[in-house]
């Protein structure tokens, strides 16, 4: 029988939804690690057991190749990711420059994309179970005034996850 492995990754961490989905997973005998942009929500996570907080971007694939190796090393295999973080900008759809695109497009699809490459290969080279949860937006099926870019890249990720 494999054993079941109660450690998780969540990026986009720091606030919201992500802060939120932290709490949640702790609460529920967890192991926590904790993807954190801005190193000012440390704070939040400070009287908190079972996480370690790691600051860094989710576009740094590096960073994220050690979160997984350092896991595997300390035996606490994440078998759950949950992909929350997420970069939105309000511009009119002709005021879009290519490098804004890019960058929303680099956070909230392909950084993704990547992450659960890594996680799965690591999952499968150990032959474990895992879980998975993309967090998207209802822009992504809907579409909001003057956030196309960020819409264009949360309907890619529900097609990534349907996929």
Known sequence: ??????????????????????????????????????????VKFKNFKNISVINGNVQNIKLIKKIITNSNKNNKVITCLVNNAGIRQRKKFLDIKKDDLENVFQTNFFSIFQLMQLFSKNLLKKKLPGSIVNI????????????????????????LTKC
């Open 1 to 42: 029988m494999t054993k079941f492995y109660k450690n998780v990754l969540i990026t986009g961490a720091g606030k919201g939804i992500g802060e939120s989905t932290v709490k949640l997973f702790i609460s529920k005998g967890y192991f926590v690690y904790a993807l954190i942009k801005d190193k000012k929500d440390n």
């Open 136 to 159: 998207s937006s209802i822009v992504g099926q809907n579409g909001f005034d003057e956030l196309s870019s960020y819409g264009s890249s949360k309907g890619a990720l529900i097609s």
